[in-house]
């Protein structure tokens, strides 16, 4: 299983990006798969996650209505559309892959495949 995450960058507050990860190795209809974040200093954070294929996304309140996962089966790339940043959104952000029960789906814990982080900055 393989997961590569890209498209970080430096943005100004009030921007736009879009991240990608690749997946290989495992099916989106019986894995959950997400993103999470990581701030210098603070604990890896949940971000956003679909749920196998129940078509439900699952969001941190700190993104709702900011960003939006999709994914692209055919492509087998996962997506991270994030708008409207801000300067508390920067941090190091992973991509994740597991077999995670419903209610583990906001956890680390559930995830047993992880990518190799993109850096997204925003300044203000």
């Known amino acids: 299983v393989q997961l590569q995450a890209s498209g970080g960058g430096l943005v100004q507050a009030g921007g736009s990006l879009r991240l990608s990860c690749a997946v290989s190795g495992l099916s989106f209809s019986n894995h959950a798969i997400g993103w999470f974040r990581q701030a210098p200093g603070k604990e890896r954070e949940f971000v956003a996650a679909?749920?196998?294929?129940?078509?439900?996304?699952y969001d941190a309140e700190s993104v709702k209505g900011r960003f939006t996962i999709s994914r692209d089966t055919a492509k087998r790339t996962l997506y991270l559309q994030m708008n409207r940043l801000r300067p508390e959104d920067t941090a190091v952000y992973y991509c994740?892959?597991?077999?995670?029960?419903?209610?583990?789906?906001?956890?680390?814990?559930?995830?047993?495949?992880w990518g190799q982080g993109t850096q997204v900055t925003v300044s203000s």
């Open positions: 679909l749920f196998r294929n129940n078509g439900i996304s």
């Open positions: 994740a892959a597991g077999q995670a029960i419903l209610s583990s789906v906001r956890s680390t814990a559930g995830y047993k495949y």
